[in-house]
């Protein structure tokens, strides 16, 4: 019975977005710097994938379950291709990213919050003015990763690791549980993944 609660729990949850609010906080000027550089960046992307057969599993597995939220398939793959890199160059994992825009969007490009947070990671636009370029587009793909996974890391940092705290930071919500529980109940029941075992020649 128990189960059963706790399944229709999520599947509640999995069909709310949560739309971000992310609270203004004033920065020190060296952190500041830190975070306009990190946004910054325009170096073409690389891949962020080990080798070529990492890549061609991890996509082909979360493409499978993207599939209906982003029927096109060659929009789906440059939003994953994206979402790993940026993911992983602000050093997350790029499942708990996905989790995160499930439950913050609902992979939505355009969508935006009652707060006004937009795009896919719903981030506040208080933050092109504090650390970004005030060309910078929000509802860009890469634009709206880059400032979601740069601003995640930064509440991590500050949180010394602590997932929970740095969620409820991402989200407004800080001491609250709802979300938290959300997006690992999102990143641990949907986009989970165990690369594939290599098998000898």
Known sequence: ???????????CVANTAFAGAQKYEPLAASVRAALHAAISDRRPPTSSFQNPVEAANWLEEMSVRLAKRMPNQESRLEFLRAAHYEAKRAGLDPQLVLGLIQVESGFKKYAISSAGARGYMQVMPFWVRQIGDRN???????????????????YLDIEKGDLFRA?????GSLGRPEYPDA?????????????KAATNP
């Open 1 to 11: 019975m128990k189960r059963g609660w706790e399944l229709l729990l999520f599947l």
């Open 136 to 154: 910078d587009n929000l509802f860009h793909l890469r634009m709206n990763l880059r400032y979601g996974c740069t601003i995640l890391k930064h």
């Open 167 to 171: 969620l409820g930071r991402y989200n």
């Open 183 to 195: 997006v690992r109940a999102a990143w641990e029941r949907h986009w989970d993944y165990r690369p």
